[in-house]
């Protein structure tokens, strides 16, 4: 099968609300290796979300919406970071040192954003223009702890930058679920200049936001259905409160 750096599922669907997955595997193209990395380091959170192309694919199904899906680590290049941020290409990541990445120059950063960040992005960029008041929803996950750092406490987090139309009943609508805990902009802020959101959401008027899901809690198939089609009736009932 030829390798290709994205996938769309759902692609004529008619929902209003497009999903996204920057982080959606660990795969790393045949023309790089390994990076250099183990089968470990590759299977942890540096290299991907755990969970999160799971959840967005079960969302999306309870949805009626299509979904775009990276097929590339976020260690060969990140497609949730803009093409100038210093750390689309990651040298060091929570303790782990990416040999192939150390001593990367401009031109090889700039072969990786062509051949694998820019189609990716392009794609959301195509399928959003289908409709005007088309909702961008994006899915990632996050460790419970950091090497050396406190256990994170949130269940789920609601990040946003300057535009939170979806975000903030979203917000309100989960705080009312007894079982979880949730944060607004944890355990990340919510904006970062040339990210997904900005690109493709907040520089077009795009109601949008992104759902940070703790990734123990969506470790098997079967927790990522159940996140999917939890978090669906929210976001409708989110869409029709922030009038979309």
Known sequence: MTYAPYRIVGA????????LCDHATNTVPPDLGTLGLSDADMARHIAWDPGAA?????????LGAPVVLSNFSRLVIDPN?????????????????????RHA??????????????????????????????ALVSIHSFT?????????????GILHGRDSR?????????????????GRNAPYPGHLPGDTMDRHGLRHGRHNTLIELRSDL???????AVWGQRLAPLLEEALEKADL
Do not use: F
């Open 54 to 62: 799971g959840t967005a694919l079960a969302l999306c199904a309870a």
């Open 218 to 224: 969506i470790a098997t198939e079967a927790a990522q």
């Open 166 to 182: 979806l975000s903030d009943p979203l917000l309100r609508l989960l705080q009312t679920e007894a079982d979880l805990c949730v």
């Open 144 to 156: 419970p702890q950091l090497r050396g750092r406190p256990p994170r406490p949130w269940h789920v």
């Open 105 to 134: 120059g401009p031109e090889e950063k700039a072969r990786r954003q062509a051949v694998y960040w820019r189609p990716y992005d392009d794609a959301v960029a195509a399928l959003a223009a289908r409709h005007s008041d088309t």
């Open 81 to 101: 970071r803009g093409e100038d941020d210093p750390t689309q290409l990651m040298r060091i990541y929570d303790g782990s040192v990416i040999p192939s990445n």
């Open 12 to 19: 004529d669907r008619p929902g209003r609300v497009l999903v």
